[in-house]
């Protein structure tokens, strides 16, 4: 009989266990200019790229993008975003700031914090994912330590450009010498949006 119930036990949480694979494509894009070296800056597609679900017992999924053999990457980044059913039998997800350990030489003692969301339909996956290289991206923008990542196809029909125009809340103002102001100054301001963008406003 304890054998019984500890192959059952097993058997139970093996299947708790079980994520679901989507493999879609992947555009990467990260925030390059000023001072940093053009060849830091990353725009590219993946064609096939897989990025696992597996469903919480508490409304809560967790995702995995395994980017470690990416070169420019070079990293997994694993979130959890609480989920909603929806009248139409696709569920909803999104999540703010989660922190995502980051395990490269250098940055184990960082996080990437994890802004996303996104659906899953008709067995698709869409995300879209904003990533906060170690907390740096609003104390140092345009220096590449944010990662903004499209997976899939959104089926409302929003393209990753569109999804970012509608995400322009400003969230940092900067001086011309990088110093972070309480609003717009009288020169040159380097304003960051939500979206992770940055401009150059002259005042």
């Given amino acids: 009989m304890k ?7 097993m058997l139970l949480t093996a299947v708790a266990v079980m994520a679901t694979d989507y493999t879609d494509k992947l555009s ?3 925030n390059i200019s000023g ?7 990353i725009t590219k597609t993946l064609d096939a790229q897989t990025i696992s679900v597996e469903e919480g017992t508490d409304g ?6 395994d980017l470690r053999s990416d070169p420019d990457v ?7 975003a609480p989920v ?12 703010e700031k989660v922190a995502s350990p980051l395990t490269q030489e250098g940055w184990s003692s960082y996080s990437a914090y994890i802004t ?13 994912i904003f990533a906060d290289w170690g907390g740096f991206a609003a104390d140092y923008p345009d220096s590449g330590y944010d990662y903004t990542f499209v997976f899939g196809t959104d089926p409302d029909g929003e393209t990753a450009i569109s999804t970012v125009k509608t995400n ?14 309480q609003g717009l100054q009288r020169g040159l301001n380097i304003v960051r949006t939500a979206d992770g963008k940055t401009k150059k406003i002259l005042n």
């Fill in 35 to 41: 001072n940093v070296p053009e060849d830091y800056a």
């Fill in 84 to 95: 909603t059913e929806n009248a139409d039998g696709t569920i909803s997800f999104a999540c």
């Fill in 74 to 80: 070079s990293e997994i980044l694993v979130f959890a």
């Fill in 116 to 128: 996303a969301h996104g659906k899953i339909y008709d067995g698709k996956l869409y995300a879209y």
């Fill in 28 to 30: 990467v894009t990260n």
């Fill in 168 to 181: 322009s809340e400003v969230t940092a103002v900067y001086n011309a010498n990088g110093m972070k102001t």
């Fill in 60 to 65: 809560v999924y967790t995702f995995t993008l």
């Fill in 3 to 9: 054998k019984l119930l500890s192959l059952f036990t």
